[in-house]
């Protein structure tokens, strides 16, 4: 083992993988540096370099202050709902209870089916007047709401959606740590008189606490990354109500053909899941000195 | 429980047992019933859609139109190579990189794995834009080798396989070394058999990522030649106006249930894999 890499070796162990990828990871971060510089070329006027331009932008953006903020709000909330109930999840299905198998698959199926296909079980869910909420509303004598079509509502849909949908795969993280906390560290803590609560908190949350770590970040990569929902229920409206960083980006260029402003909007998602990496990398040496 | 119950605490473990079976009963029925009602519209004529009347009588046709609908054939067999092309690319790359960086020593060892990384944390989804106009210049917008090519080489693919050629003990290393065998022989024949259960694990998280991406297909894609089966949903679900909520609803279901039923077959396998590849 350890012998030198010689440069014919190297190069095809490392060689295509390595190009590939540059080519669609490191290159394409670069060049939104750079295009971020530059200004949106028209067929009469060319692009042309026009410094922190595009940067002062970002400050006066109206749309992206409200994209920001409703991220913001969008992670703040699903990554610890989804940390709770997937807990939850586990502690039952790894319970004695009856019915484990079932809850298991019920939990569990969601994380398989494609975020589209989500989408279109939840449009019919919310769907006014006919869908399932409405018709529960409608038997429980309650007024009929447009959750996706109105402002105050249509970022909430998209939360429960993506809970739902996630909450079952990082179950199975923790029923995974949960089986291997040893029995007899419980067994002597209910001999001395704790309680079930009291159990929890002091032996088997501290001992999650990798796992926890493990889920929140990949909950928190997960909220900024995937807006397949955002795209094929609301659009990210009414008026923004539910448009997402990633979502804006994918409008601005897309949409609007703004290359370069879509760029240095990717610049900022980029440097702020940099700056969270580096916050829960921190984290986590904490909790590895801890032990 | 298994651990012993006093007396005094039976009455707490009752009610404990109480809160229990209701948590499970109200998420059970949350996580189950979205998926239930589009059971039912499905398999149920357009006018009992809004009412549960059990005696309805059950029917595929919503299937069969769905199907002539829209080339849904067409989109699977996408889907298919798609994935089929993603999960081989990714198991001999990832292979390759991570059997460099195990079993030699180089300068730069320390900073090229950082780098490899840094895929780990801005996925391809993030680099949408620059992405597209890289894949146009290389005149590949709308097929099925453009939407595979920037999942090609994974950080994760690499990181696994890493962590797992490291714990080939060196011995059996050395003494097939010893025998004559070159380079790939030893990954061949020693450090591939040993990574088994974790291919298959990787290879199921990346049939299905594959399966259910939508975002990067839907901006590459334009025809219906190359569209996996999530586009061509959503372009089925969106020609809004005229379709109805079964044929949407059967269409859904359709899509999804190789995975599913693949799921089912496989319950315990996949379970356990993705909570190996969750452990490490």
């Known amino acids: 083992m350890n012998k030198p890499l010689g440069i014919s070796r190297a190069i095809a162990l490392l060689g295509v993988p390595l190009v590939l990828l540059i080519t669609f990871t490191h290159y394409p971060l670069l060049q939104s540096v750079v295009s971020s510089f530059w200004s949106k070329g028209t067929k009469i006027r060319p692009s042309k370099f026009i410094g922190l331009d595009n940067y002062a932008k970002l400050f006066d953006d109206p749309v992206l202050a409200k994209v920001m903020w409703n991220s913001l709000i969008y992670a703040a909330v699903t990554i610890p709902v989804t940390v709770a109930l997937s807990i939850a999840m586990a502690l039952l299905v790894n319970s004695k209870l009856p019915g484990r198998a079932l809850m298991r698959l019920s939990f569990f199926l969601p994380t398989m089916l494609p975020m589209i296909a989500v989408a279109n079980l939840w449009l019919f869910v919310y769907v006014p007047g006919y869908g399932l909420i409405a018709q529960v509303m409608i038997w429980l004598g309650l007024p009929d709401i447009n959750f996706l079509g109105s402002s105050e509502t249509a970022l909430w849909a998209m939360m429960v959606v993506a809970v739902w949908k996630e909450a079952g795969l990082f179950m199975i993280f923790y029923l995974a740590a949960l089986q291997s906390i040893p029995q007899n560290l419980k067994e002597a803590a209910v001999l001395e008189g704790a309680g079930k609560a009291r159990v929890f908190r002091d032996i088997v949350w501290p001992l999650l606490a990798p796992t926890t770590v493990f889920v929140a970040i990949n909950a928190m990569l997960n909220a900024f990354r995937v807006i397949d929902h955002v795209v094929a229920m609301t659009n990210g409206g009414p008026n923004n109500a539910s448009a997402l960083l990633l979502f804006y980006i994918y409008q601005v260029a897309f949409g609007f053909r703004d290359f370069p402003y879509g760029a240095t909007l990717t610049v900022l998602l980029a440097g702020i899941l940099g700056l969270f990496a580096i916050v829960q990398f921190k984290l986590l040496d904490r909790r590895t000195h801890y032990q | ?280």
């Open chain 2, 1 to 280: 429980m298994s651990w012993p119950v006093r007396p005094t605490q039976q009455i707490g473990t009752a009610l404990d047992h109480v809160a229990g079976m209701t948590l499970a009963a109200v998420l059970a029925v949350l996580w189950g019933l979205p998926l239930l009602y589009s059971v039912w519209t499905a398999f149920h004529a357009e006018k009992y859609s809004v009412q549960f009347d059990l005696t309805a009588p059950w029917t595929l046709q919503n299937f069969v139109e769905a199907w002539n609908a829209a080339p849904f054939g067409l989109y699977f067999i996408n889907t298919v190579l798609l994935s089929l092309m993603a999960v081989s690319a990714n198991f001999v790359l990832c292979t390759l990189t991570a059997y460099g960086l195990v079993r030699y020593r180089f300068r730069w060892a320390g900073p090229l794995f950082a780098l490899i990384m840094v895929q780990m944390l801005i996925t391809p989804e993030i680099l949408i834009g620059p992405n597209y106009l890289t894949l146009a210049r290389l005149g590949l917008i709308d097929t099925i080798f453009g939407v595979a090519l920037p999942y090609l080489s994974s950080a994760f693919g690499i990181f696994l396989l890493r962590q797992t050629f490291k714990t080939v003990p060196a011995s059996l290393d050395e003494a097939a070394t010893m025998e004559g065998a070159g380079m790939w022989r030893v990954l061949w024949d020693v450090y591939v058999p040993l990574a088994k259960p974790v291919y298959l694990a990787y290879g199921l998280v990346s049939v299905s990522f594959h399966w259910n991406n939508f975002l990067w297909p839907l901006i590459v894609t334009n025809s219906p030649e190359a569209r996996p089966v999530t586009v061509g949903l959503s372009v089925f679900a969106t020609v809004d106006s005229g379709v109805e909520w079964s044929l949407v609803n059967a269409a859904t279901l359709m899509t999804t249930a190789p995975l599913v039923l693949a799921f089912l077959l496989f319950q315990r396998g996949f379970v356990d894999n993705f909570m190996r590849i969750g452990i490490k």
